[in-house]
């Protein structure tokens, strides 16, 4: 474990974790025995990871987040407040499943809103942007943007978080950044 990352005082890390420089854990969160969290972490308040999560460089997870066992995500994950991972499809208080935990994966840059909920076993696309209070019930494609219960693509997202419209060739623009992006056979891929 480094002991170049800052905990508050009130927060519980379990031995062993692998914590990356620069990460900080803020106030009563928990973060549980053999979790991965990578440098430049942000740990928001009464925050749980349950074991074996992995998280990869400068994710940010806002305050009372839920993420258990079975969820990996990689760089530049944002995770809203509130928003909860599940990792049993069938949950019974009087039927134990550890062991059956059904894995979800998260995509680099992809932004999930406050409120949303991730039913386990769908993974979220690179830069996907979920919106506040969705539930996601299906896999999410790199760069969509899904919104509502259950979620739906309703279009899709720069890198940079600006929707993106495409024209009659499949080409959309970000202005902002200068990023290009093709839409074909219904999925993005940005161009150099």
């Known amino acids: 474990m480094s002991e170049d990352y800052f905990s ?12 990356g420089n620069g990460t900080k854990i803020w106030h009563f969160s928990h973060v549980m025995s053999n979790c991965t969290l990578g440098e430049n972490c942000n740990i928001g308040q009464n925050v749980v990871i349950s074991p074996d999560v992995i998280l990869g460089k400068n994710v940010k997870v806002q305050n009372n987040v839920s993420i258990y066992t ?3 995500c990689d760089d530049d994950v944002f995770l809203g407040p509130s928003m909860v991972f599940t990792n049993v499809t069938n949950p019974r208080s009087g039927v134990n499943r550890r062991g059956q935990y059904t894995k979800t994966h998260v995509g ?10 991730i039913v386990c076993g769908h993974n979220i696309g690179e830069y996907a942007f979920i ?20 979620a739906k693509q309703i279009g899709w997202m720069s890198e940079f978080g600006h929707r993106l419209d495409f024209d009659e060739n499949g080409i ?9 992006y093709k839409l074909e056979n219904d999925f993005v891929k940005k161009l150099d």
């Open 70 to 72: 079975g969820v990996t």
């Open 8 to 19: 508050h005082e009130t927060a519980i890390v379990d031995a062993p974790c692998n914590i």
């Open 108 to 117: 680099k840059g992809a932004s999930i809103g406050a409120n949303s909920t």
């Open 172 to 180: 959309a623009f970000c202005e902002e950044n200068k990023e290009k």
């Open 131 to 150: 919106g506040a209070g969705a539930v996601i019930t299906k896999e999410v494609k790199n760069y969509a943007l899904v919104v509502g219960n259950p």
